[in-house]
């Protein structure tokens, strides 16, 4: 059976989504080859890295056999992928990161699994994710450096992807958990434009801010996963577009980044600009920094209402950390406060949409600097916050070092529902500093 | 054991849920008092209305006896309510209205179970909904003509709620699944602001227009039902606001209502006048007529989604009239058709602001006349999409009576997050029309 890739040297267990597909349809490995790859890797590397929450190898390579026999030559045929543990498998458990939920068996597929495996993906099993997709960490570690955190709370999704243990992985996002670990672990990581994808299936944490999320290694990858969970026909990035218009927001918290991150970032706003980008800097309005309080109080409010049943009934379950945490500022949130935070970012909504007649893209940092040593799976909320709740589609893009050598990403933010329009730009922008 | 009410010589089974929380809390009855004569009138009526999905007399009497020693003084102590079978339950089977899911076990409660129980509610049992809460009907009947559609897809709630079987029970609406059957059982039935009342743990069928419904016998007991389930303590209904500025809107479709439907709502326009609520004829944009067709998209092309599983899996369980009906209009609508869509609706949704700065209420028609006689659960969908598609609040209030002495409700919608506004002057409309 033939193993060598199309374009790439690379080992099977390395390749894109799409190499993987293109060889498939073209008789050159099969679903089953790519998958004891990606099964091989793991036995190699889990020890370490640990983003596996469950992992069958048996299911893995009956499913990538039926596909072999079948000759199907759907979008995603024979791709291994990874799922966050906060969304609904029919096959395997599903736990939300607590042991509230320790063997829980969904009865059916979310919406995402189910449309991933209509176009052919194998499912590899299920990520780690921090408890209830919020503060607690699990047990992943990044795989750059395993004395530090892959970031969350997607954490298995982010470092399974990182160290080529699957293509694809679906993460979500609140706050910064797919950005985040894409980020720290140093792959591509998208966040939608909030209410494409169908959350159906999957963990609400606060349903006005919740998006689903896919973490990839290459923005082709990410269009067409996203495609695939839009439920239409795959579409190409566009790679006929004019050089984008990039605005450069160093945001209100500027000086709150690791200085790394800011020389980072100004260089590459300079790289864009000589590549023949048009380059601005751009100021939001002051009052956006008020969006990091009203994210908080929002995500508080329908978080603690969303695990009613768990409150009541299996409180000595939930880690402290989470109760003392979100919990105890959603339950500390009026009405009013949440009706009012809600139409603030109403209005911050309509406010950012202008800035983009003048802007394809903003460039802003995707983390505060390298993942840092330790456990804290989502450290410096306040890097995504302010995105998130802006409803905004955004992509970080694996292209720059810090001081220690490891990764960090940039990330870039299109207007709503111009979501392709953000793959084509990040796929020229990408081009021009991804050798960084 | 005392039985008798403390406000009216009903039996108790006929309770308001504020009439048997201040029963309750001042020792007049108990919770298993009002649980078995809930459970007699089900006894007796349940052949002919078939409301129910699941009940287990034994579970709810277990309940009560366990409220009644814990000597609690919750809100909703001791008051029975229904849940609509799309509604996960910890302790009964969840079938979503389809052979799919026949004796579908979830592990946890949905946030508005956990929350109503946490208020003191007794989970009387699972209410009938029509297959997905879609067009395909359930066993229930109008229990004011068994020869007649209760409306759906809330049917067994709608139902449940007008035949004094519960004071309370949980409804969803995409479309009109709330306001249909509280229209057609002659009861209160309220669709909250989109957004407001977590869905955790609710089928999506389409959640960019789900929402929660509650179907209730007062407007006071909808507001308190709306506050448990806003996870708040309660505030009663405001009875001290002016007579309201009611909007009178016969909206694009006024010629395709029953003819006594729009007399009733002229007359009630002119009643209103005559007490002294300020009274004007309200037109909106032409355009809103499209959004008809915008539901109609946005709901396919979402519903086509949330139910891949079921789709790729269990095909042959779907009716025909579904497969044939949403799901191919959804799988008909392409991403870019959505986009134009949901641009549109959002539009709308600006748009209409504005014109509660005049008005606190707009009276417009519950549905297009009596229910009519047959098993449809959801006929004329058209006069729903327009007002669910805008995501603001609705009240029904059960005040008319067809051309077959059945019930007919009026409508009654404000501006979005305006909720208590909303029940204020429903309260004050339903004191000067609820006599007719």
Redesign the interface.
């Known amino acids: 059976m033939p193993i060598t890739a199309p374009q790439t040297a690379h080992r099977l267990n390395e390749w894109t989504a799409n190499e993987i597909v293109a060889a498939i349809r073209a008789g050159k490995t099969t679903c089953e080859a790519v998958a004891r790859a990606c099964l091989d890797r793991i036995a190699e590397r889990e020890t370490v890295v640990q983003a596996w929450q469950y992992l069958d190898p048996d299911k893995v390579i009956a499913q990538a056999r039926a596909l072999d026999r079948s000759g199907r030559k759907d979008p995603l045929i024979g791709v291994p992928f990874g799922v966050k543990d906060i969304i609904n498998t029919?096959d395997m458990p599903t736990e939300y990161g607590t042991p509230i939920?320790r063997g829980?068996r969904p009865?059916?597929?979310?919406?995402c699994?189910?449309?991933t495996?209509?176009a052919g993906g194998v499912l590899m099993g299920k990520t780690v994710t921090t408890e209830f997709a919020n503060v607690t960490p699990g047990k992943t570690r990044n795989p750059l450096d395993p004395t530090r955190t892959p970031g969350g709370s997607s954490s298995g999704s982010g470092a399974a992807v990182a160290d080529c243990m699957v293509p694809l992985a679906i993460g979500t996002q609140t706050t910064g958990s797919t950005t985040r670990p894409a980020s720290f672990c140093g792959v591509f990581g998208y966040r939608p434009t909030w209410?494409d994808l169908?959350?159906?299936?999957v963990?609400?944490a606060s349903?006005?801010l919740d998006t689903l999320g896919i973490l990839a290694r290459s923005i082709e990858d990410v269009a067409l996963y996203r495609d695939v969970l839009?439920?239409?026909d795959p579409k190409p990035v566009a790679d006929d577009l004019p050089a984008p218009r990039v605005g450069f927001c160093r945001t209100y918290f500027w000086d709150r980044l690791e200085s790394a991150t800011r020389e980072r970032l100004e260089e590459a706003a300079q790289r864009l600009a000589r590549a023949g980008a048009t380059v601005e800097e751009v100021s939001l309005p002051d009052e956006f920094e008020e969006l990091e309080a009203a994210h908080r109080w929002i995500s508080g409010f329908?978080m603690?209402?969303?695990?009613?049943?768990?409150i009541?009934?299996r409180a000595e379950l939930i880690s402290e950390k989470l109760r003392n945490g979100r919990l105890k500022d959603g339950l500390a949130c009026?009405?009013e406060r949440y009706?009012e935070m809600?139409?603030f970012v109403a209005r911050c909504r309509r406010q950012i949409a202008p800035l983009f007649e003048r802007h394809d893209v903003l460039l802003a940092a995707s983390a505060q600097g390298e993942a840092p040593v330790g456990w804290d799976p989502v450290p410096h909320p306040w890097v995504y916050m302010m995105w998130t709740a802006l409803h905004v589609p955004s992509v970080t893009l694996p292209v720059f070092k810090g001081a220690s050598g490891l990764p960090m990403g940039a990330q870039l933010i299109a207007r709503w529902?111009n979501d392709r329009r953000l793959f084509a730009a990040a796929r020229w922008i990408y081009s021009r500093l991804g050798d960084a």
């Open positions: 029919c939920y829980h009865a059916s597929d979310a919406a699994v189910a449309l495996r209509k209410g169908r959350p159906t299936g963990m609400e349903g006005s839009l439920g239409v329908e603690a209402r969303n695990l009613a049943w768990e009541e009934n009026s009405y009706c809600r139409d529902s």
